[in-house]
């Protein structure tokens, strides 16, 4: 979903080597109906930090009651059905949804989470965890988004490091985070909701005045478990959902009409030739600079360099070695090659018109999971989508059911690939909290 703002008075697992893959692995917007090319991805101008009124694109998901298909987790097959597996108890059944929705055609981007940072913790004091120091430039030069600076003013603790993060996906969240930031849009005042379209892409276009309730909403998180508490407003969306939003085509395309890749059918069973061509980044500003080469995603090419990008403020000296864990270059430029690019500009559109599902950064559902096989826990664990700019092709295959738990500290300090992308149920009304 892409969120944006508006100047108003109201009140107020499992770790790879190279990839650390996560065992699977929202400016005032212009409505898709306004892009004079129709590649072209509509983001609009760019955001302001000054209100707290956010505008949300979201794309309808129709087709109620599509038939759901059979897959191995991060095996490169599909099936109709689990019977069809040949390990029918190792299959999981996914990307059947019978009701109509909604899915953002973005992801969460820094500046967005920013404003929702100093609107929920205008004194700046932390107390719910939204923050961690690895996201600093100091700490981080490459990878830090966001800057806390204690003896800012009231609302303005929280800062968009570099302007050129301001349109990068936020790329630390947990669980926890994501739903606080679900439950500040639930809580909120509904402004205006405007429909419209786009070729065959329907479109929501919302403007929410955002609130600093952040712990009850759409998800009580007195509850460990907690599920959707409401069946209308601003949630997380499920694995079904996030899945069919990205791989089923209406149209019958693909395979079962499921795509491979949220980027273009692609072929089961070929590993990751049909794969869509990397992105190409601006080394200074992250912008991708090869969007007429489609169908195209963010991610690590076994045959390419990974997309990467430091902001053009950092020496590259910093970039290169400077960072929160005490790594030598050699190890450090092993372990973090990828970087987020500027939401949507890789332009290849899902079979519902969303943009980045595939590649950039792995995205949050709400849907709870076992923890992996073997394993006891008491902590909840919590399915994740989409592949990484840091990661190859297969994170991106529907097969790639990551989960993580949905409170791990870890990642919030080593893993800046970590995205929100918001979800709609029901019909929300205008004016209404």
Not at 21 to 43: I, K, Q, W
Request: charged share 20%; net charge positive.
């Amino acid at each position: 979903m892409h969120v944006a703002l508006r100047r108003t008075l109201l009140k107020p697992s499992v770790v790879t080597a190279c990839g650390l893959s996560v065992l699977l692995a929202a400016s005032v917007t212009a409505s898709p109906g306004a892009a004079a090319d129709e590649r072209r991805p509509v983001t609009g101008g760019s955001p302001s930090l000054e209100g707290t009124v956010i505008t949300l694109t979201t794309m309808k998901v129709g087709a109620p009651g599509n038939h759901s298909v059979g897959i191995l987790p991060f095996k490169d097959a599909l099936y109709r059905s689990c019977a069809d597996a040949p390990s029918p108890k190792e299959c999981l059944r996914v990307g059947g949804v019978p009701y109509r929705y909604e899915i953002g055609r973005l992801e969460v981007t820094v500046e967005q989470w920013v404003a929702f940072l100093n609107t929920v913790d205008p004194q700046g004091r932390n107390r719910l965890r939204l923050y961690d120091e690895s996201e600093s430039s100091a700490a981080w030069p490459k990878y830090g988004q966001i800057n806390l600076s204690p003896r800012a003013g009231q609302g303005r603790h929280y800062s968009v490091a570099f302007p050129q993060w301001a349109d990068k996906p936020y790329g630390f969240a947990n669980f926890l985070r994501a739903a606080r930031f679900v439950n500040s849009l639930y809580n909120g005042r509904l402004i205006s909701k405007r429909a419209g379209s786009k070729d065959s892409f329907r479109y929501v276009t919302y403007q929410v005045a955002l609130s600093s309730q952040t712990e009850r909403g759409m998800y009580d998180l007195a509850r460990p478990k907690t599920t959707r508490v409401h069946g209308v407003g601003f949630v997380l969306p499920s694995q079904d959902e996030w899945i069919k939003a990205a791989y089923y085509d209406p149209r019958g395309g693909g395979t079962y009409s499921y795509w491979k890749y949220p980027t273009n059918p692609g072929v089961f069973g070929d590993g990751e030739a049909t794969a869509p061509s990397p992105t190409v980044l601006n080394p200074g500003t992250g912008d991708v600079s090869n969007a007429a080469t489609q169908p195209l995603a963010s991610y690590h090419a076994d045959d390419k360099p990974a997309p990467s990008w430091c902001p053009n403020q950092v020496r590259p000296d910093a970039c290169a070695t400077v960072n929160p864990f005490g790594f030598d270059p050699t190890i450090y430029a092993k372990t973090y090659q990828g970087s987020l690019s500027t939401v949507g500009q890789a332009r290849t559109e899902s079979p519902w018109g969303t943009l980045d599902q595939g590649g950039n950064a792995v995205e949050w559902t709400d849907t709870i999971t076992a923890p992996p096989s073997g394993q006891s826990s008491l902590r909840v664990w919590r399915r994740l989508h989409g592949g990484i700019s840091n990661a190859s092709a297969y994170q991106m295959w529907p097969s790639a059911v990551g989960l993580q738990p949905q409170d791990n500290v870890f990642y919030n300090h080593t893993y800046p690939w970590l995205g929100i992308r918001i979800g709609v149920i029901g019909d929300l009304k205008p004016g209404k909290p």
